[in-house]
């Protein structure tokens, strides 16, 4: 009896911490199943922020500036932009609209009821970087939730967000433009840089570089040119005469690749260009040449290649236009393409419209709100660029990052007339009486 | 009397019963236990492997954005490679940067620890300048998570080289075969078609085991395209503006050269309209004979005033009025003297309004090629011709040059019909001189 009674105490005490053990690994399940759906639901909306970072250069603006998802919002019902949609459950099939496909509901089954106590945030950050790092941006995503203990608990997940750095120059390598180089362009033989041989020739140095810029980037051109049109006409011949199907669809990419490539090399070349036209243009009095004067035939080939520059410009961009716009046309592309393909479009119809005015921009209105249709339902950020960029179409002169480019491009082709004239019209001082 | 207990066989038998309940109870225990610590176990794995690409991929932000904040040609690693470490938020990486094998191309090998948790990322980046886009360009051609022990190294990235070479090269052999069977897919919209277009058979048998993947390019399905098109409506592409078609633009580059080139011919040809009035003038004008300047009188006037003058000096020496003149005072001599005077002022009456009127009109020629070259000098000042601006001075130029052929060859008839008239007078048979005498 004393034995039962001793075991049984016994039992009894040390069955009591059992029941707390067994209690308390019933507790981290119900701690921990929450914090596991927050983390694959806070790994979503990073991926959607990197998503959206990489197709649309304004996301950032829309999630610093507008606060894009930064309002605590629940994550079912559709009610964090994040969470609007989860799957396609209505026609018209193959787009997912917020306002008619399926959100987290309660038909949605069990999922609904895991992530249901969650509230949802997305706040963003930029911080300036010390140089020579750019500035960084952020995603911070934040979930919050009461527990069984009535406890309220947070999970946080950062993620870095692309940053887009805009550029003001077309960057394609050119010539550098060395003193040596320059003074070549003028005499082959040349053993010093072009402020020597103006000096000796007692030449205008401003005027005599200026031709030798055009000279140096003018022939650069050229060759380029060359070199491209052989290789653009093999590819259209065979575009043209290939049936349907990726060797030919291949090769269309490539066209539409090679004219805007050269179009960047023209454009980067014009950059150079228009400081020395504009020099010449103003004035190139009789005998700012020096003596002996660049002949009538150097100075008649640089006319002709800073014509040759501008016409091959002007060809390419209208090029491009149209075998990105005859590729983007077809009932049929590889996936991916299509996007890329639209946004070239867009920068290439930019361009044209700076560089050569156009009646109006109401072409490239109406072709972002195609885009814009077009995308709706399939891809949101795209969506939202087409938005941002349709807003900012009358002015690109200010808002387009390579406006100052096309300004380049413009300006030098309305220098062209006048310095052509002037070195067609150059000559030699006259004799002294 | 003492109480007897009965010692029985089951004395001692509750103590292990009840040991070997609580043995099993802290077994149970334990393993409960043990479960719970698992589960925090895996949940902070994923959460740490999550937090630890995070920072990966904040490491590639920076560099990515370092990277395009200057052209691909000022890039810091250019022909070398650059290392480094940082932290960011609650995790460190290191990193190797270099150039890739390909232009324009470059390697990035991250290794980023967070919460214990460690991962190697590659990317292999691609810049692409030869584009008009607003911003620079900089791609991923291929992004892996590369086994945890890789060392960020050269010889790291070496040998993670070799497998991206390897999964790039089979990428694009198989490219042609997917873009063919994803243009077969795309229009058809029925689960079975596309079941069999994929070659999946309805109710496969299930196999007893999962067989190894076949490497090596599946047989090719490329042929004629066949079946209808569900493809949604795509976007319209306008036709964007072509450069014609603005008001008053600029002279065209063949135009301006075009320009230039007349802009030297009129002043060629004004040059020699200018001559040849000139010599019109030299040999039929009409101003009288001043023997003070001989050299100011025409080449015709001269003749009449020569003849002239030796019929009057024969006749003064016939006269014995005057001093032997030297000359031949023959009567035939003397007949041919007086015809040619005759002739040449006759043919000043006859010829002068004539040769007044294509005389002026040259003026007139010269005056509007003066006034086209400095409207032409005037449109070559900055911003240069406009395209109208220059068809226009092209078209002067052109009825100035048409007129001044016209005058020019006018001229040159007169002259021709004067000359002969003197030839058939006589005279070119006289000896006269005709030359203008030097100053």
């Given at each position: 009896m004393v034995e039962v009674l001793v075991v049984a105490s016994i039992v009894a005490l040390a069955f009591l911490p059992m029941i707390d053990v067994f209690r308390s690994g019933s507790r981290q399940l119900e701690q921990t199943q929450p914090y596991h759906q927050a983390v694959f639901l806070g790994e979503k909306c990073l991926e959607e922020s990197r998503l959206g970072a990489e197709e649309d250069p304004y996301f950032l603006s829309r999630l610093l500036v507008d606060g894009y998802g930064a309002e605590p919002a629940p994550v079912t019902g559709g009610r964090h932009p994040f969470f609007a949609v989860l799957e396609d459950t209505a026609v018209p099939w193959g787009r997912i609209e917020p306002s008619e496909d399926g959100a987290i509901q309660k038909e949605s089954g069990p999922l609904h009821?895991?992530?249901?106590?969650?509230?949802?945030?997305?706040?963003?950050?930029?911080?300036?970087?010390?140089?020579?790092?750019?500035?960084?941006?952020?995603?911070?995503?934040?979930?919050?939730?009461?527990?069984?203990?009535?406890?309220?608990?947070?999970?946080?997940?950062?993620?870095?967000?692309?940053?887009?750095?805009?550029?003001?120059?077309?960057?394609?390598?050119?010539?550098?433009?060395?003193?040596?180089?320059?003074?070549?362009?003028?005499?082959?033989?040349?053993?010093?840089?072009?402020?020597a041989l103006a000096a000796a020739r007692g030449a205008d140095a401003e005027k005599l570089r200026a031709v030798a810029k055009l000279l140096v980037y003018g022939r650069e051109a050229r060759s380029t040119a060359e070199r491209a049109t052989a290789l653009?006409?093999?590819?259209?011949?065979?575009?043209?005469?290939?049936?349907?199907?990726?060797?030919?669809?291949?090769?269309?990419?490539?066209?539409?690749?090679?004219?805007?490539?050269?179009?960047a090399r023209t454009c980067s070349l014009l950059q150079q260009m228009r400081p020395p036209l504009e020099a010449l243009a103003q004035a190139l009095p009789p005998g700012a040449l020096g003596e002996p004067a660049p002949s009538k035939a150097l100075l008649t080939e640089a006319v002709e290649l800073v014509r040759l520059t501008l016409d091959g410009f002007q060809k390419s961009v209208g090029a491009?236009?149209?075998?990105?716009?005859?590729?983007?046309?077809?009932?049929?592309?590889?996936?991916?393409?299509?996007?890329?393909?639209?946004?070239a479009l867009l920068r290439l119809a930019k361009m044209a419209a700076l560089t050569y005015p156009w009646p109006d921009r109401k072409p490239l209105h109406a072709y972002l709100a195609e885009l814009a249709a077009y995308y709706r339902g399939r891809m949101p950020h795209m969506v939202h660029f087409c938005e941002q960029e349709d807003q900012l179409v009358e002015s690109l002169e200010q808002t387009w990052p390579l406006s100052a480019a096309a300004a380049d491009a413009r300006k030098a082709r309305e220098a062209y007339a006048a310095a052509a004239m002037k070195l067609l019209l150059y000559s030699a001082p006259p004799a002294p009486q | 009397m003492r109480p007897s207990f009965r010692r029985t066989r089951d004395t001692g038998m509750v103590s292990a019963i009840a040991l070997a309940t609580m043995l099993l109870l802290a077994l149970m225990g334990m393993v409960v236990h043990m479960l719970g610590r698992q589960t925090y176990s895996e949940l902070m794995r994923i959460d740490g492997f999550l937090r630890a690409v995070a920072v990966g991929e904040a490491c590639h932000a920076r560099l990515l954005a370092r990277l395009e904040s200057v052209p691909w040609e000022q890039r810091w690693f250019r022909g070398d490679s650059d290392a480094g470490s940082d932290d960011w938020k609650d995790g460190t990486y290191d990193y190797l940067l270099a150039d890739g094998p390909g232009p324009f191309e470059a390697d990035l090998l991250v290794r980023s620890v967070a919460l214990r948790s460690r991962v190697v990322l590659f990317w292999r980046l691609r810049a692409d300048p030869f584009t008009l886009s607003p911003y620079r360009q900089i791609q991923t051609l291929f992004y892996m998570h590369a086994d945890p022990d890789t060392p960020v190294s050269l010889g790291g990235l070496q040998t993670l080289r070799q497998q991206v070479e390897s999964a790039l090269a089979e990428r694009e052999a198989n490219r042609e075969w997917a873009e063919e069977m994803e243009r077969r897919a795309a229009p058809v919209d029925d689960v079975a078609r596309l079941a069999t277009l994929l070659g999946i058979a309805a109710d496969p048998p299930i196999p007893d085991f999962i067989p190894p993947a076949q490497r090596g390019r599946p047989p090719s399905p490329l042929a004629a395209r066949s079946g209808p098109s569900a493809t949604p409506a795509l976007p319209a592409i306008p036709s964007f503006p072509a450069p014609a078609g603005t008001p008053n633009p600029p002279a065209q580059p063949p135009n301006v050269q075009q320009l230039a080139g007349t802009r030297e011919r009129i002043r060629s040809r004004r040059v020699a309209l200018?001559?040849?009035?000139?010599?019109?003038?030299?040999?039929?004008?009409?101003?009288?004979?001043?023997?003070?300047?001989p050299q100011d009188s025409s080449e015709f006037t001269r003749l009449a005033y020569e003849s002239k003058r030796q019929l009057a000096a024969c006749a003064a020496a016939a006269a014995s009025l005057g001093p032997d003149p030297g000359l031949d005072c023959s009567p035939g001599r003397l007949d041919k003297l007086n015809a040619c005077w005759t002739a040449v002022d006759a043919a000043h009456m006859t010829f002068r309004p004539e040769a007044q009127a294509i005389m002026n009109e040259m003026f007139v020629a010269l005056g509007r090629?003066?006034?086209?070259?400095?409207?032409?000098?005037?449109?070559?000042?900055?911003?240069?011709?406009?395209?109208?601006?220059?068809?226009?001075?092209?078209?002067?130029?052109?009825?100035?040059?048409?007129?001044?052929?016209e005058l020019t060859r006018m001229s040159k008839d007169l002259e021709a019909r004067m000359t002969n008239t003197f030839r058939a007078a006589g005279c070119y048979d006289l000896g006269l001189p005709t030359a203008a005498p030097q100053k």
């Open positions: 009821d895991q992530v249901e106590p969650f509230i949802a945030a997305v706040q963003s950050n930029l911080t300036q970087g010390s140089p020579p790092q750019p500035p960084e941006a952020e995603a911070r995503v934040q979930f919050d939730w009461i527990d069984g203990r009535d406890k309220a608990m947070r999970y946080e997940l950062i993620a870095a967000v692309r940053v887009w750095v805009p550029r003001t120059k077309v960057e394609v390598p050119v010539p550098a433009g060395e003193e040596l180089e320059l003074a070549k362009a003028i005499e082959p033989g040349a053993t010093q840089g072009i402020g653009a006409a093999t590819l259209r011949a065979e575009v043209l005469g290939a049936s349907e199907g990726p060797a030919r669809d291949g090769k269309a990419l490539r066209l539409g690749r090679l004219d805007e490539a050269m179009a491009a236009l149209a075998d990105y716009g005859a590729l983007a046309r077809q009932e049929f592309v590889p996936s991916g393409w299509r996007p890329s393909l639209h946004v | 200018g001559t040849r009035l000139n010599e019109l003038n030299a040999r039929l004008g009409f101003a009288a004979f001043d023997p003070a300047n090629y003066e006034e086209l070259e400095r409207d032409m000098d005037a449109a070559a000042e900055p911003p240069g011709p406009s395209a109208s601006q220059a068809e226009a001075l092209e078209r002067r130029a052109a009825d100035i040059d048409a007129r001044a052929e």
